[in-house]
């Protein structure tokens, strides 16, 4: 007689995987060039909606808080948001990415030791809108390739955006892990390729994705950054 336990086990864990941890997985076949674009976007396209499913009412919230605590839109780069560059950009390119759609936030930090110069303490990075974190990289290590560094992903069921936080110095949260406008989800740092060298001064890389039936399309969010007025923690934390 067939013994049913091994399939009836394979079924149990195939159920009781989260979309996170899938796209957790998928995240870092597409950054390490593992996976073909036809695939990754099959499996984007169903992530998507299991995450809608799962999450659409539990991280629901679209507020917004300036993702650099103690700062406000004054320290992105450039003039009037003009470093957001999104020509050449494709997710599905992963590391080897062109273009740069997303603003540079940048801190006091002149000997570059990820501590601000103005109390030398770390600098909270916090949660531009609610969501559920997707995809954390909590480690890396010069020299590592990984041009994000330490980073997270947060995806907002309410604007069914994507948002991308790199070059921490820590991260604290998880994949699966619901927050809030104004959350805690790490410290700045200068983790990743090209911003540990000295010639790189201490910044927050912010990008913005939309959905489009599988396109995760870069957008500017500028404006919104502009009026969320000044980081805060939320008092909760």
């Not at 079924?11 to 009781?16: H, M, N, S």
């Not at 030398?120 to 559920?132: E, L, N, Q, R, S």
Request: charged share 20%.
């Amino acid at each position: 007689m067939l013994s049913t336990a091994a399939p009836l086990l394979a079924l149990q864990a195939v159920a009781a995987a989260s979309p996170c941890d899938d796209w957790n997985s998928l995240e870092k076949e597409i950054r390490d060039g593992r996976t073909a674009q036809t695939s990754s976007v099959n499996r984007i396209v169903l992530l998507h909606r299991q995450l809608l499913d799962t999450y659409g009412t539990a991280a629901a919230d679209s507020a917004k808080t300036f993702p650099v605590a103690g700062y406000d839109y004054r320290a992105i780069g450039g003039r009037n948001g003009n470093d957001y560059l999104p020509a050449g950009y494709s997710f599905y390119q992963g590391n080897r990415h062109g273009g740069h759609p997303a603003h540079d936030i940048f801190i006091r930090d002149r000997n570059q030791d990820s501590l601000d110069d103005a109390d030398g303490k770390p600098v909270t990075i916090v949660a531009f809108t609610g969501g559920v974190v997707i995809a954390v990289n909590p480690d890396w290590e010069y020299p590592s390739p990984i041009r994000g560094g330490k980073y997270v992903w947060i995806f907002s069921p309410a604007e069914e955006r994507y948002y991308y936080y790199a070059h921490l110095s820590s991260v604290t949260v998880a994949p699966g892990q619901v927050v809030s406008a104004g959350d805690p989800i790490g410290t700045l740092g200068r983790t990743g390729k090209n911003a540990y060298p000295r010639r790189s001064p201490t910044h927050l890389h912010f990008m913005t994705l939309s959905f489009d039936n599988g396109r995760m399309l870069p957008r500017n969010p500028y404006r919104e950054l502009v009026g969320a007025g000044r980081g805060k923690v939320n008092p909760s934390h």
